[in-house]
């Protein structure tokens, strides 16, 4: 399987969309290029009680996905968002690198 630009755990900032500008944790990777972020995408859903699982009913905030061409991973020596690409190490090991910096993506 190829490696992935943006990972699980990684610092991400939303370059477009309603919000544009805002930071968070990306949660999940799903498989068809869409990630889950904290905080990013907030939708209103109407749940229905759920006794057995002990759900509660009523109206819960959480995040939808969102695509991962409109985020951007996060490069704290530039402070704004960063891209990214591949460097193969002298150990044969495969790491994230910021394009601009050469610097190795913290996860």
Do not use: T, Y
Not at 7 to 12: H, I, P, T
Not at 39 to 55: A, D, T
Not at 95 to 104: A, L, T, Y
């Amino acid at each position: 399987m190829a490696m992935k630009k943006i990972c699980c755990n990684d610092d991400v900032i939303v370059l477009a969309g309603r919000d544009k500008g805002k930071r968070g944790k990306v949660l999940q990777v799903l498989n068809d290029g869409r990630l889950l972020v904290s905080g990013v995408q907030l939708v209103k859903k109407h749940q229905k009680p759920n006794p057995q699982m002990g759900v509660p009913g009523g109206i819960i905030e959480k995040e939808a996905p969102i695509d991962s061409s409109n985020v951007g991973v996060f490069d704290p020596a530039e402070n704004k968002a960063g891209r990214v690409g591949f460097k193969v190490l002298e150990s044969g090991k495969k790491i994230r690198v910021f394009k601009s910096s050469g610097e190795p993506v913290k996860a």
